[in-house]
């Protein structure tokens, strides 16, 4: 029997990384949309840290060239079709608002009028994020949380969530959107706060450095393992009726108690490394995101595994163990 075929577009981000694992183990012939870039050694780091680079397809694509989506979902027929890919730095999207518009709005779009047009009956998921409650109009947000975006990468995901909605009801596609909340791994890029946490740790452990220069710790988020999170995904396609879903923790915390927890696994104290430098401030903050889960854990039996404690930790192993080898990622 053929395998069920899947195209992941960010295939080489960190989710779609874990993603790809999880539907190879699932049995799935796994395909994926590469970005051309001149410097091939960072091409597929992550799928070589997890083992399965030479176990994916990858096409040479990219997600504003409209014409090289429908080449390549003509020649691969997914049956289901995960759009990860964007810029996805909120700080970035303030020094790239258009670039972000155009990536991360417009290529959602670029991407369900592909699947429209080539492969009208595979199944779409849209990666959407709960940086679009920004200034949160409820303290704890779910599906029927009213969105309020507080930067250009918001503004831009909630164009590409609504899209997907709209191509749902008006073209009967089986589109769904996941309202994932903050979720990381030692695949993080390294400019995103958790993983600049645990290498500065790591540096910090090893006597690489001395400090570690952070902006707003006062900022609360919703963190969770994109290993568990990539499940989710998953599941909301072997659904019968596509719908939105929020996948969270259901627990907040601060940087500030991020960074304690980091510091405290490699038996350091924060207080004597961490310094405040008004560079990685943000122009308008979202100072709190809180999920509730309640849907996912009905409809579709999802439940989060990993719990922060767990995952503080295995960031700060990775890294240590990633600088002892010199290795990058
Ligand atoms: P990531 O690590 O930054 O990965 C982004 C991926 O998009 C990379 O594979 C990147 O390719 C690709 N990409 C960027 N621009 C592209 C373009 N123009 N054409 C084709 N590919 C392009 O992000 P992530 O953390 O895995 O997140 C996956 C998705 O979920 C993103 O859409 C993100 O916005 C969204 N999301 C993430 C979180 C989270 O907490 N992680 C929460 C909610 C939503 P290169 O490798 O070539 O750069
Ligand atoms: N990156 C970074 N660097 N953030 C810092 C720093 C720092 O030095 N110091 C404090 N922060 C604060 C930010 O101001 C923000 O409030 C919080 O840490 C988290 O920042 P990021 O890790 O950059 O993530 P994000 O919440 O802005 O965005 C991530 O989550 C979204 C889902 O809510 C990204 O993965 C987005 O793509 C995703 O949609």
Redesign the pocket.
């Given at each position: 029997m053929d395998r069920k075929r899947a195209l992941i577009?960010?295939?080489?981000?960190?989710?779609?990384?874990?993603l790809a694992q999880f539907l190879l183990s699932k049995g799935y012939e796994v395909h994926?949309?590469?970005?051309r870039?001149a410097s091939a050694d960072?091409?597929g780091s992550?799928l070589r840290w997890l083992g399965i680079a030479d176990s994916v397809v990858l096409h040479d694509?990219?997600?504003?060239?409209l014409s090289g989506l429908l080449r390549v979902m003509q020649e691969v027929k997914p049956a289901e079709v995960y759009?990860?890919?964007?810029?996805?730095?909120v700080k970035s999207s303030w020094q790239q608002p258009l670039l972000t518009g155009?990536?991360?709005g417009l290529?959602a779009a670029n991407m369900l009028e592909a699947v429209r047009i080539a492969c009208p009956d595979a199944r779409f998921y849209q990666?959407?994020?709960?940086?679009m409650y920004g200034l949160i109009q409820e303290p704890v947000q779910s599906e029927t949380t009213p969105f309020y975006p507080r930067s250009p990468?918001a503004a831009a995901?909630l164009y590409a969530h609504w899209m997907t909605v709209n191509y749902r009801e008006s073209f009967g596609l089986h589109a769904s959107s996941?309202?994932?909340?903050?979720?990381?791994s030692p695949?993080?890029?390294i400019e995103?706060v958790t993983r600049k946490i645990t290498d500065g740790v790591a540096r910090i452990k090893l006597g690489m450095q001395d400090k570690l220069a952070l902006g707003n710790m006062d900022a609360k988020r919703d963190?969770g393992h994109?290993r568990d999170?990539v499940q989710a995904m998953w599941l909301m396609l072997q659904q019968d009726v596509p719908e939105d879903y929020v996948i969270a923790t259901g627990r907040t915390v601060a940087v500030s108690e991020f960074c304690r927890l980091a510091f405290e696994h490699a038996g350091l104290t924060m207080e004597d490394h961490v310094v405040q430098d008004e560079r990685y401030m943000r122009p308008a903050e979202v100072d709190v995101l809180l999920g509730n889960p309640e849907k996912a854990r009905k409809n579709l039996g999802w439940a989060p595994e990993t719990t922060l404690e767990m995952l503080v930790a295995e960031m700060v192993e990775a890294d240590l163990q990633r600088l002892r080898h010199h290795e990058h990622l």
């Open positions: 577009t960010g295939i080489t981000g960190q989710d779609g990384a874990y994926g949309l590469l970005r870039s960072v091409i992550r694509g990219n997600l504003t060239d759009n990860l890919a964007a810029q996805s730095f155009s990536v991360t290529g990666a959407s994020s709960s940086e990468y995901k996941g309202i994932l909340f903050n979720h990381e695949l993080r890029g995103f963190w994109a999170y």
